[in-house]
């Protein structure tokens, strides 16, 4: 499957901004998508990921209440709402898909288990 983000830019704190993910390729029905980011100087980190299938979703705790993924199912599309953006938001946004793991964030949190990968696409919040 190929993912293409695309949707970032620069917003000033307290904003929101969404970006998007669009897949294509063969089906991602057995797969889920999940959101990275990396900031300057920093290691990569799990933001978000959503269970194609079930349409579970997944958080990391720093941006539970701010942050909402979703699918499109007709545009085999996901999105990333981001509200109540900080600075510290500020970093590069990745989509990655993987297979379907068990019910649990600490599965698809971890980078290494993604095996398809889209370019970056870069969010710069503002102070």
């Known amino acids: 499957v190929q993912l293409q983000a695309s949707g970032g830019g620069l917003v000033q704190a307290g904003g929101s901004l969404s970006v998007s993910c669009a897949t294509s390729?063969?089906?991602?029905?057995?797969?889920?998508v999940g959101w990275f980011r990396q900031a300057p100087g920093k290691e990569r980190e799990s933001v978000a990921a959503?269970?194609?299938?079930?349409?579970?979703?997944y958080y990391a705790d720093f941006v539970k209440g701010r942050f909402t993924i979703s699918k499109d199912n007709a545009k085999k599309t996901v999105h990333l709402q981001m509200n109540s953006l900080t600075p510290e938001d500020t970093a590069v946004y990745y989509c990655a898909a993987r297979s379907l793991a068990p019910d649990s964030y600490s599965y698809y949190s971890k980078e290494s288990t993604y095996r398809s990968w889209g370019q970056g696409t870069p969010v710069t919040v503002s102070s």
């Open positions: 390729g063969r089906s991602i029905t057995n797969d889920a």
């Open positions: 959503i269970n194609w299938r079930s349409s579970n979703t």
